[in-house]
Structure formats: structure tokens, C-alpha cells
């Protein structure tokens, strides 16, 4: 068995390479050893700002030896190609959210890596980070007794006022349930274990959209997923949420609260490392906040620990089989949406979830030697 570091190349360099070549390059048991893009100069100045000694198009970072993980930032539908090639290259492979557009993609994926012994890893990890990992043990200590239901709702008016090229997120494999959904239904298995059954409704506010920002600013793009989607989920262990993913609010809100028999929890932002975790017991009056405790590492914390785990041969939390289930759940949500049928749909089988991070995990603390 190998030892030391843990060799990663990193395939897409847009706009969130950045947070993950950052933290990557920061944590003594990974070396990030190349940087691929379709666009080879957008690969170069990456590589040379993060000082990344290999940048190229994939098949180049696939031929180091060395590259043991490759980290796929690529658009959705790139990322079941992309997974493929890494892991037909030998390569573990950690993939940001979805983990493919399709779930038929993903189980080839997962079948295919588990033929040659490979992991699989994928986004999103925000749910390792302090804030929700607090949350959990709260949920599990008991602090709010049994847990009965959860509400969730992320709103807003979509990403192009900011992002300078946001057409991607909105074809499929993206919108709101594809592309922020994730960090709430993974935080939400990470609760309460694996959906069973979902009811859902689902629409397009705009037909077409337009860039605000950036060299492609007043462009105009057309809108081919839902934008407004509320779901009903259904849990194997009896709790059950409530929640809606919008770009269409022109009232911002985020929302996650946990509702127990003793009290309830109110978690935070899962699209983020931290906290604060609020806590209000049946009776009281006021909300009482919790430490938060745990690593506001960052993006690449998942990557990270499935490092860890290919060299002691542990599980790792952000794992492939959780993306998987997470994936059909949102397929089983659209599929509800456009059947106009509220009879709840059967996701898969149950997913355990996954174990907090022990207490005193530390990223920063060289464990591979």
C-alpha cells in the first residue's frame, strides 16, 4: 500500500477551482499535481497561481502517474464523461454536485469503479464542515427529542446577476433542485438516513434569461429545467421535510429548521463550513445557540478525507453512494412534478446515514506521514 500525500489533479478550472485549488493545495496529506481545462490557458493560469506544476487538457493529468484522485469541477453534463475516463484511467474520482444529470450514469459509474477497486467522492462536503456536523450530534444527543419533520427553502432570482457565464444552470443537471438542492438534501440524509418516497410540483417562471454580469453581460439564454420546485420527502427512519428551491423569489431566504418532539433545531446555511446552530426547547421563549464545533476548512474538505481513506482503507462520508441517492431523489422529484401526481414515488433502497466526523478531525494535521 502507498503512503504520503495523496496525489490529485484537478479537471475544470471556472469559477470555483479557485475554492478547491486553495484549500487543496493547503492540506499536507494531498500534493495537487495538475490543473485541466477545455480552454488550456484558463488550465495554465490556474496551475500557475495555485504553483501546480502539470496544466493541460484531461488526457495530459490523466498520464501522471502520480495523479491518484482526480477532482471533476466540470459542468453537469460533463461530469459522467469526465468520472468515466478518470476512473477507466485507474484514478479515484471525486466529482462536484450532481454526480451525473441521469442516475442510470451514476450506477455505471459506482459499478464501474467498484469493478477496478476505486473510490468514488462527490460534492457536496459542506455538510463535514462545522456548522452541520454540529448539528447532527445535536439531533443525535437528543436535544430536541425525536425528530418529526424538517423545513427547508432556498430562494432567490438565480445565479446570472452574478455569475458571468450562468447558462449552465439552466440545462439539465441544473436549476434549483439540481444545483442547490443538493446541500440540502444531503444534509437532510445526513439527519435522517436515506428518502423513501417523494411528492412534488414543479415550474419554469421564465422561458429565457439574461447575463448581468461579466463579457457576456445583456446576453440572452434559454431556460430548459423548473425554477420553482416544491418537494415533500419522505424518510425510511419516519421523519419527513418540507421544501422549496427557487430562482424565481424575489424574496431571498434561506431556511433549515428540524422539528422534534422536545424542541427544535434551527441549522445553518448548508451551503457553508460554519455556523451558528440555534436551539429552542418546548417552553421557552428565545432561541439558546450552540458551539459550533468542527473544521470551516472549506471546498476540498470532502477530497480530503476520501484521501485519507484510500490510504487506510476507511469509508469516507461524501461518498458515492450518498450522491447516488441523493441524485435519484431529485429524479424521483421531477418525475412526481411532471407525472402532476402527488403519489409518492419509491427512491431506493435505504441509505444509512453517514457518522459524524470525530470530534478533534483536523485537515490540517498531517496523518499519511
Known sequence: MSTGPVGVAVVGAGVISDAYLTALTDFPDVRVLGVADLDPERATRAAAKHEVPVAGDLDTVLAVPEVEIVVNLTVPA??????????????????????TTEPAEGERLLAAAAERGLLVGNAPDTFLGAGIQTALRAVRSGQIGTPIAAHTAVQSLGPEGWHPDPAFFYQPGAGPLYDIGPYYLTSLVALFGG???????????????????????????????????????????????????????????????????????????????????????????????????????????????????????????????????????????????????????????????????????????????
Open 78 to 99: 460533463a461530469h459522467a464523461q469526465v468520472a468515466m475516463a478518470a476512473v477507466e484511467a485507474g484514478k479515484h474520482i471525486y466529482g462536484e454536485k450532481p454526480l
Open 195 to 369: 428518502v423513501s418516497r417523494v411528492a412534488a410540483a414543479a415550474r419554469r417562471g421564465r422561458d429565457r434569461r439574461t447575463t448581468g454580469s461579466g463579457p457576456k453581460a445583456g446576453e440572452e439564454f434559454p431556460v430548459d429545467v423548473p425554477t420553482h420546485v416544491s418537494a415533500l420527502l419522505e424518510f425510511h427512519s419516519g421523519p419527513s421535510a418540507a421544501s422549496v428551491f427557487s430562482f424565481d423569489s424575489a424574496i431571498p431566504r434561506i431556511m433549515f429548521e428540524v422539528i422534534g418532539s422536545e424542541g427544535a433545531l434551527a441549522v445553518p446555511d448548508p451551503n457553508t463550513f460554519t455556523g451558528p446552530v440555534r436551539v429552542r426547547s418546548h417552553g421557552a421563549e428565545e432561541w439558546s445557540e450552540l458551539p459550533v464545533t468542527g473544521t470551516t476548512a472549506g471546498r476540498g474538505i470532502g477530497v480530503l478525507e476520501m484521501a485519507r481513506a484510500v490510504r487506510t482503507g476507511e469509508p469516507h462520508r461524501a461518498s458515492g453512494e450518498l450522491a447516488l441517492h441523493v441524485l435519484h431523489t431529485m429524479a424521483a422529484v421531477i418525475d412526481s412534478a411532471e407525472a402532476h401526481s402527488f403519489t409518492s414515488e419509491t427512491v431506493n433502497t435505504p441509505l444509512p446515514a453517514p457518522p459524524p466526523l470525530p470530534e478533534g478531525w483536523d485537515p490540517y494535521a498531517a496523518e499519511l506521514g
